[in-house]
DNA sequence: CTGTTAGCGCATTCAG
DNA sequence: CTGAATGCGCTAACAG
């Protein structure tokens, strides 16, 4: 039994193959009967378009790709991607678009899968995520002249379009809450310096805090996003005479190892410091006390990355969408500082 | 600038486009000569076969597909999946195969997207993960006569070829390292019992405490994976008189919330209460006591379900894979039981 | 051993 | 408004 094809639906319905594409692909020159029948033919039929087909003919993969250079590791325990995925999926679907993903080694090698699927026609464009300091992607995604949107901030180069979060008010948000609570003395365990979303947020970290600073400098901490950077960092912090009343970790990973370090080094959370983990996932609930943390939603960060970039391949122009400030999730983590 | 395409390799190297296919292909048909001249104009010209037509001509999409109905949460917080996805990628790569990666809602939504997948010659076949007792993808990729091999279990209606873990033997292997520090009274927390994984682990369970059983009977309690009803299945395992002295927890996320329940409740991890995880991850090693898993190498078992699928695309007969038994990694959580 | 030719399934010209 | 004809880029018959 072969898969029906579009002259089987002509020859069921009586009419030309080319009215039935016309009909199915609801443009002019079918009249509103004979489209019905066509319709009700090809319903019958359960047909469905060959992609490899339509691909050939359009010159249109139906398809997009995701390369991600994180290790697999750092990628499994951040629900992050995940939900981030799925929010992509949800918009593709819905614009019958398929999605390619793929785990590379580096950027580098992101690239260079770039260029192949480029030179296969293997999709039609690509989402880039985690956009970094001088970054080789969007000129190397220009030389290609393959469409592609960046999502987690806006191309400093500005080849390519955005789609991000406001790294610098959420900053704020946290601080604006430690600072509430009472907070003086407040500390920063950022991710890699490397990337474009870490060093937004220092900045905002820096700005925050020296803003409302009373004379103590503020500390920042530079890791590899990390649990053991996470407990590291912790430590070091903690061992000054005047050691920070709170601190906020660029992930939850290293605020859940930094909270084990400080509860090891006989420093109560919350009462001797406080704690606030960036991202939020089920780590942060399992933990007593319960994480601080700062709620963003991926899957809708997701779901409009994917649709920009659809609506860049059906030819609107690029353009960049910022949302607005996520919501900090007060937990048990944060309280006021010690007397 | 046009994309090159055969007919302008064969126009610069002087063969017709048939020579162009063969020499490419590496199939006889041209002298060695015009196979380098040909190789050589293709490589100059740098050439790469357009997916789409290929796909049409050979009837092959060159692709696989990848549908997950976890929920997105769920699936996040497990490092397991994304090493299982870098290992099904290494070696799709390595045979020219890209990956269609979807998370659905349900078993249902996914056997639906497995229809839309085939009907549109999305994919040549697809790895199904998670098999369920009463599983009615089997059947339906059967009926579709879609290829698909089973990653997760053998097929209890053997329809499917499976690649899967030797779950018997290494719960086995679990009680008897609880056995050998002098555990007696061991519980189980398993995950849902729709699992055909789940349940192999648990009927091992039963078989290996019975064994050594002393009299007292084992305990086993059913979830849904989820670290609620983790440290809701503590709690109760724990409130009994005569409470087990070790428990084994079917993921790393339900053994961190037990952990805690267990401490929250006053009792102490390993000096009154032992604790092992099924799964191994970073959660397991930023917890305080650090702990006792079983550790899997996921990425070498992704890397065998998708080559055998692509086995069975070649035309190879199905068989099943069965793997060694994974290690236990013995940490600070599991200790002799109180005297 | 080489070159010519005819599809693969769809979209889209162009006549009718 | 409809139908026949053509091309997308590649593969695989077939004849030379």
Redesign the interface.
Known sequence: MR?PTIADIARRAGVSSAAVSFALNGRPGVSEHTRQRILAAADAL?W??????R??SAKR?G?VGLAVARP??T?????????L??GI?AEL?ERAN??????VEDVEAEIGLYR?WW????VDGVLVVDPRSADPRPAALRSLGMPAVLAGGPDPEGILPGVWIDDARAMARIVTHLRELGHQRVAHVSGPSGLLHTERRSAAFQAATRRGATGTAPTAVTTDFS?TEG?RATRSLLAAADHPTAIVYDND?MA??GM?AA??AGVAVPADVSIVAWED???C????PTLTTLSRDP?RFGATAAGRLLDLLDGEPPTDVEFDVPELIVRESTAPPPA
């Open positions: 898969r359960g469905q378009p060959n992609t490899a087909a691909a050939l993969a398809a697999a590791r990628l499994g325990v951040e629900p992050f991607f995940m939900q995925i799925s999926q679907s398929a999605l390619l993903f793929h785990l192949r030179a296969e026609r293997r649990e407990a990973v859940v190892a084990s509860r090891q996932s089920t780590l609930r399992v933990t007593h899957s």
